[in-house]
């Protein structure tokens, strides 16, 4: 039984039925169910802030959003990331007023107290002579800091000091993550500033569509696989379509990626002789995303020989870490002959019950050639960009589903995820976590509102 109820009696329980497999509408709309999500969710899981190739130089930051709380994710000195909460000690105004820049010393408007990269307090005017004296301790002063972890560059952040590690976050999906952010010896950097947009609807529905939902695709972007931008052709669009088929691997924390075969995806367009080559062959033949032929040796030097094998055959290609990430390494061919590739991680940032900040991180290889990159920002935009064709699809529905569960009738309503297949190891897999082969289902998003449950019910 859930120790979580609501000033109205309602308990987790009854939005979150464990025992028939539905979650309340009710979710998305009410407000002190928000405000808890933001204690219990946001200041306590780690979230995305950006890549650590925004800010090189010791000085250099960028302003970003925990959820609803601003902070100054910068450069110190020491060379090191550090994020600070964005909001003086001294009455609370917003330290920094600008995006990104360089600064030695951020100081408050206000009154003027200024402040270290690091969020350490440096001093305030007269403060010596007049105010403070040396009655107060300076370190008592700083801006409120947030514990900070990078992998393959991208700056994570979370307030929980005491909880779990990120690889600990992490968890089993962590394997399959690697071959995607951690494989070249540079690593990746980020294609100019992240693209935003607000929609009006609550993070959590496109929140649980980022635990691979990949069951939409087939009707909301049916027109896009007809046009042969995500992978498909009008022939094969029905239930054969190679982008419905993989193995969903996803973990207790969440997480979650679709695997998808990329021989068969390739197939489609080109006879592409698989059998019997090596995995280094296969590389050369289908050469993903954002990796030259150059590049290949690095994978085997930064993976294990295992998940360079995956990459090759039937790599990660779109899922999400939750609370509120989407994963997007698109690996599709198109008909005219070109590649859709594109690595995208969206971040839905709430800004209230019933509004999201839509932030498009998009990437690739520090070392990939500079044409590469023009094709994979291009590709990026024209596909999961803000403006992109499928993010205009899913963007139409998000809202609409916002609005109907403001009814008095309709909020009742209960979504359905009943198609269950539970898990199962796929004969040869050597990753670890949760396996779910064949026809995408319901599972991957069961188990991210498994794990909302137990954030929103851990006391
Ligand atoms: Fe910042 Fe007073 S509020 S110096
Ligand atoms: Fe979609």
């Keep these: ?205 496109p929140g649980e569509q980022s635990g691979s939902d990949g069951f939409h695709t087939l009707t909301l972007h049916r027109s896009l696989m007809e046009g042969g931008v995500m992978g498909g052709t009008a022939e094969t669009i029905y239930d054969q379509a190679p982008g419905m088929y993989g193995v969903d691997v996803s973990c207790e924390q969440g997480h979650s990626l679709r695997c998808l075969e990329a021989e068969k995806t390739f197939k489609m367009f080109a006879d592409v002789p698989f059998e019997g080559k090596s995995t280094r062959e296969r590389l050369e033949l289908l050469t993903p995303p954002g990796i030259t032929k150059d590049m290949i040796p690095e994978l085997f030097e930064n993976l294990t020989e295992d998940q360079v094998a995956q990459l090759a055959t039937i790599p990660p290609q779109v899922g999400g870490m939750f609370p509120n990430i989407l994963i997007a390494f698109i690996f599709a061919p198109r008909t005219d002959g070109g590649s859709s590739g594109a690595l995208s991680l969206h971040a839905y940032v709430p800004k209230g019950p019933d509004k999201v900040e839509f932030v498009n991180y998009l990437f690739a290889e520090k070392d990939a050639p500079e044409q590469m990159k023009r094709d994979m920002l291009q590709n990026s935009i024209w596909n999961t960009g803000t403006s992109g064709v499928i993010e205009q699809d899913d963007a139409d529905v998000w809202p609409v589903i916002m609005k109907n569960a403001r009814g008095a009738v309709s909020k009742d309503m209960t979504l359905k995820y009943q198609a269950l297949h539970g898990h199962e190891r796929p004969e040869g897999w050597v990753g670890e976590g949760l396996l779910y082969p064949g026809f995408t289902k319901d599972d991957t998003q069961w188990n991210w509102w498994l794990a909302y449950y137990d954030l929103m019910d851990a006391v």
Aim: aromatic fraction near 8%; include cysteine; proline fraction near 4%.
């Design 1 to 205: 039984k859930s120790k979580l109820v609501l000033r109205d009696g309602t308990s987790l329980d009854d939005l979150i039925m464990r025992e028939s497999n539905e979650v309340s509408l009710r979710v998305m709309t009410d407000e002190e169910l928000y405000k808890l999500e933001m204690e219990k969710i946001f200041a306590k899981t780690w979230l995305l802030l950006g890549h650590e190739s925004e800010i090189p130089e010791a000085g250099d930051f960028i302003v970003r959003d925990m959820a609803e709380d601003n902070v100054i994710v910068a450069r110190g000195q020491d060379g090191d990331v550090h994020v600070s909460l964005n909001v003086c000690p001294h009455r609370g105004m917003r330290v920094c007023l600008g995006e990104a820049g360089n600064k030695r010393v951020h100081q408050c408007i206000y009154h003027g107290w200024a402040f270290r990269p690091n969020g350490d307090f440096i001093g305030a005017p007269v403060e010596r002579e007049k105010m403070h004296g040396n009655d107060v301790d300076k370190k008592t002063l700083g801006l409120k800091k947030a514990r900070v972890h990078l992998y393959g560059g991208l700056i994570f952040a979370t307030w929980n000091v005491d909880g779990p590690s990120f690889d600990e976050y992490l968890g089993d999906i962590k394997y399959y993550m690697d071959q995607l952010f951690c494989r070249t010896n540079r690593g990746l950097e980020l294609l100019g500033p992240p693209q935003r947009f607000t929609l009006p609807c609550n993070w959590k529905v």
